[in-house]
Nanobody
Framework: QVQLVESGGGLVQAGGSLRLSCAAS????????MGWFRQAPGKEREFVAA????????SYADSVKGRFTISRDNAKNTVYLQMNSLKPEDTAVYYC?????????????????WGKGTLVTVSS
């Protein structure tokens, strides 16, 4: 069992930065790939970024590539999402998720565990 708790969301102006954190409990955290998804108002949840269990492999949605960076610290059971050059269209609830394999991390129905989300609002 893995429990995930996100933090770090808030209100920021366009062009600003935020760093999200996802604290995980459970023995299997360090052996799982982890990811971030987001859901904007009135839209479906979408993939944002993923990182392999050891941190050597990452994957990003085209919409955030070059602006967002995912990382993890297995000693602290925490995964991070550094978000720079934020845009109003990045406004969403951001969810942390634990998956099975890196190959399936873009598919939300393949995630085993979810956090409750943290709201990011980017003002123009």
């Amino acid at each position: 069992q893995v429990q995930l708790v996100e933090s770090g969301g808030g209100l920021v102006q366009a062009g600003g930065s935020l760093r999200l954190s996802c604290a995980a409990s459970g023995r299997t955290f360090s052996s799982r790939p982890m990811g971030w998804f987001r859901q904007a108002p009135g839209k479906e949840r979408e993939f944002v970024a993923a990182i392999s269990w050891g941190g050597s492999s990452t994957s990003y949605a085209d919409s955030v590539k070059g602006r967002f960076t995912i990382s993890r610290d297995n000693a602290k059971n925490t995964v991070y999402l550094q978000m720079n050059s934020l845009k109003p269209e990045d406004t969403a609830v951001y969810y942390c998720a634990a998956g099975k394999t890196m190959a399936t991390m873009r598919r939300e129905y393949d995630m085993d565990y979810w956090g409750k989300g943290t709201l990011v609002t980017v003002s123009s």
